[in-house]
């Protein structure tokens, strides 16, 4: 039999001191996790763990041009889903906007929509640089990555389009 008549498992230790043994070391697991001891990677790719002024350039292909005109140089850039800080507006640039329409033959072709622009906007913040990214307020962006930007008080939904160091030029 496995417990004996004391309560002891296999006649040496208790069933409460294995219950306090098996405790402790399942919240000596836990503290480990939690510290990143042991567990997954914390990121995607390694970063530096200097700040340098980056360029950040974000491209919406289909715009109102209402839109666009409330965006000004000099305004606040957040990325709406985490509030990270894209800095400052530095460079905004509209164009025609980019529809695309499939035609009657199956092939999808660019056109332009009256009242519509695409929109390239440029901005300068903090960061730490990566293999191809950028880590901004702790959240890791990349070239081709969705947000919602902010700008000033006009909002956008597109991609990131490039990333840079400050000074050097962006893809």
């Known amino acids: 039999m496995f417990i ?3 309560g002891r498992l296999f006649g040496k230790a208790s069933i409460i001191d ?8 399942v919240f000596a697991g836990m503290a480990a996790f939690k510290w990143g001891l042991i567990g997954a990677a914390r990121s995607a790719g390694p970063f530096t763990q200097e700040s340098y002024d980056i360029r950040i350039e ?14 000004k140089i000099g305004d606040k850039a957040v990325e709406a889903l985490k509030n990270a800080s894209f800095g400052r507006v530095v460079d905004i640039k509209a164009g025609k906007s980019v529809s695309w329409v499939k035609t009657e033959s199956g092939e999808y072709v660019a056109s332009s929509k009256e009242g519509y622009s695409n929109v390239i906007i440029v901005m300068e913040a903090k960061g730490q640089l990566g293999s191809g990214g950028a880590k901004i307020g702790g959240e890791e962006y990349f070239i081709g990555r969705t947000i919602d930007l902010y ?3 006009a909002a956008f939904k597109g991609r990131i389009s490039g990333i840079a160091k400050k000074g050097r030029e962006l893809p």
Do not use: R, T, W
């Open 4 to 6: 004996d008549k004391k």
């Open 18 to 25: 294995v219950l306090i043994v098996a405790l402790a070391i």
């Open 58 to 71: 974000f491209y919406q292909e289909e715009v109102p041009d209402f839109v666009v005109k409330a965006a």
């Open 151 to 153: 700008a000033g008080c």
